[in-house]
């Protein structure tokens, strides 16, 4: 095989794409992987506050804007010990060396132009200017999550969405 010749060609570097690439690569196979963005993770990615669009997210007096990056897909993996998961897979196909892994530090949600720190603990909802209702759900919510219910067996279902 010469080097203008390729087994597969992979259009994208999602999450997916990357992981098919990693896995074809390390069974013997030689591939093209490419991507139309001239950053890499496709919808994955997770990219500097600045490179925004800038009419969309107002970056005011922010003294070093580059410590602040967005991802364009936050994801969390919930895993339960002992059990093989999409970890595993992550860890296998070697894609673990293009991504990172860390503990949710805090969670803030962009709405109309505005950014809100989601309370993460029952001392900062209590402290957040949300509605009573609001704190009520959202405390249901973070007992439900300490609770490891949702990690039971047949707790947690997915459904697909109907929109056609």
């Known amino acids: 095989m010469n080097d203008n010749k390729f087994d597969f060609l992979?259009?994208?570097?999602?999450?997916?794409?990357?992981?098919?690439?990693s896995?074809?690569?390390?069974?013997?196979?030689?591939c093209l992987h490419i991507d139309k963005n001239d950053y890499y993770g496709d919808n994955w990615a997770t990219l500097p506050i600045t490179e925004l669009d800038s009419s969309?997210?107002?970056?005011?007096?922010?003294?070093?804007?580059?410590?602040?990056l967005i991802s364009r897909h936050p994801s969390v993996?919930?895993?339960?010990?002992?059990?093989?998961?999409?970890l595993d897979t992550i860890l296998?196909?070697?894609?673990?060396?293009?991504?990172?892994f860390k503990l949710v530090d805090s969670l803030i949600h962009y709405n109309d132009g505005e950014f809100t720190q989601i309370p993460k603990s029952k001392q900062e909802v209590f402290k957040s200017t949300i509605s009573l209702k609001d704190k009520r759900m959202l405390m249901k919510l973070l007992q439900w999550i300490a609770s490891r219910e949702f990690l039971k067996e047949g707790m947690l279902v997915l459904q697909e969405s109907n929109t056609t």
């Open 10 to 21: 992979i259009v994208g570097t999602g999450y997916s794409e990357s992981i098919l690439s």
């Open 23 to 30: 896995a074809l690569s390390s069974a013997g196979y030689k």
């Open 92 to 100: 296998k196909s070697s894609v673990f060396n293009y991504l990172s």
């Open 77 to 86: 993996i919930l895993t339960e010990r002992g059990k093989s998961n999409q």
């Open 56 to 68: 969309t997210i107002k970056i005011n007096n922010l003294k070093n804007p580059n410590k602040f």
